[in-house]
């Protein structure tokens, strides 16, 4: 079992931090607004250790401090201090009284676990099971953004997906829920007043809970000296308005390594089919190129010998459409894949037109295709 940590600050925002620095670790954090609320807390629970900040309203560390020597229950529980400042006599005040150690605001968040490190064991927690995440994931969005139209717009291009937006008008509180929620990926308006859109950057790159997230600027298109600045200072892309609901998903597909396989790939009864949607597009073919090597050859690599390409739903077919299918096949051909396709009547009225696929056997639906891949004979209608 895990080590108990009694934390009393009063700013919801340092608890945050503390909370964010130690989730990795295998403790439990009590939390106390105050002095009083703090021994009350300390008396019913025994930590093994208090983090206590001096300056609080209602009854300060220094005060508290006292109490807890006084107590038969608490006054062995190690104590480290936070101050705002780290003048001689504050300090020798508070190592009379016995604390452990002391820090000094702002905190460092590797100093944090480092010195509570001394004082009791802090073992990491074992890692869950990892897996790639996906597209349709509930990720968390937070939308900085001081105009509410953004975030509203930022709901409606997602409202597809899972994916849980929240909205917040200014850096300062964004910070505050970053440390408390950390999100998956954060959009943020460039344009937020006293460049705060790239402060809060560095506020987020220099907490351990947030360093890692992505941050997508958001930017009207002309704003080109500004995207630039963005792109140098480390932002991950830049999303311009009016934004492109497509584009807003690409670059969180993107920024994320979002597995989208499984909106295009599937294994039925040991035949890899390749569904293509409604619409398809650059973007799309992009999404599936990406992945279709791979997905081949694992397919094959785990005794999978058949493929079929489903084109059924699509309603208008290009050039775009036709130099995609026949790079699939290619791939499939150097995989030694049987393959069959199946189309829809706009998928054959245009290979008809192409020298390369005039000839292609058009299935109507999968259950034609099945009969193909296993020998079977299947009426064809022209």
């Not at 109490?67 to 009379?96: C, F």
């Not at 408390?180 to 705060?196: H, Q």
Request: hydrophobic share 45%.
């Amino acid at each position: 079992m895990g080590v108990k940590i009694l934390l009393v600050e009063d700013s919801r925002v340092i608890r945050a931090m503390v909370g964010a620095t130690l989730r990795p670790y295998d403790c439990t954090i009590v939390e106390a607004n105050d002095g009083q609320e703090g021994l009350d807390l300390a008396e019913r629970h025994k930590p093994d250790l208090i983090i206590l900040d001096y300056s609080m309203p209602e009854m300060n560390g220094y005060e508290m401090l006292s109490r807890l020597r006084k107590g038969a229950n608490t006054r062995n529980i190690p104590v480290i201090m936070l101050t705002s400042e780290a003048s001689r006599e504050k300090v020798v005040k508070v190592l009379k009284l016995g604390v452990k150690d002391y820090l000094v605001k702002p905190l460092n968040e590797e100093l944090i676990a480092e010195r509570i490190g001394r004082f009791v064991p802090l073992i990491k927690r074992p890692s869950a099971v990892l897996r790639d995440r996906r597209y349709d994931d509930a990720l968390k969005v937070l939308v900085v953004d001081n105009k509410a139209a953004i975030v509203d717009q930022v709901k409606e291009g997602v409202n597809d997906t899972p994916w849980e937006i929240t909205g917040l008008g200014d850096s300062e509180r964004a910070m505050a829920w970053c440390l408390e929620n950390t999100p998956d990926i954060i959009f943020v308006n460039l344009a937020l007043p006293e460049k705060s859109a790239f402060s809060f950057l560095q506020n987020l790159r220099a907490n351990l809970a947030t360093n890692a997230v992505p941050v997508i600027g958001l930017s009207v298109k002309t704003a080109l000296e500004q995207q630039s600045a963005a792109l140098q200072a480390g932002f991950a892309c830049v999303v311009t308005k009016p934004i492109d609901y497509d584009e807003l998903k690409i670059r969180v597909t993107r920024s994320l390594s979002l597995d989208t396989s499984y909106k295009y790939f599937d294994v039925s009864d040991e035949v890899l089919i390749i569904r293509m949607r409604e619409t398809f597009n650059s973007n799309v073919a992009t999404e599936i190129g990406n992945q279709l090597r791979s997905q081949l050859s694992d397919a094959v690599d785990s005794g999978i010998g058949k493929l079929m390409v489903d084109m059924s739903q699509i309603k208008r077919c290009d050039v775009t459409l036709i130099k995609f299918v026949l790079n699939i096949l290619a791939l499939g051909t150097e995989l030694s894949l049987k393959h069959c396709l199946i189309g829809s009547d706009a998928i054959k009225e245009a290979c008809a037109s192409y020298e390369e696929t005039k000839d292609w056997m058009l299935l109507e639906n999968v259950e034609q295709g099945r009969k193909v891949l296993d020998g079977e004979d299947v009426a064809v209608a022209a």
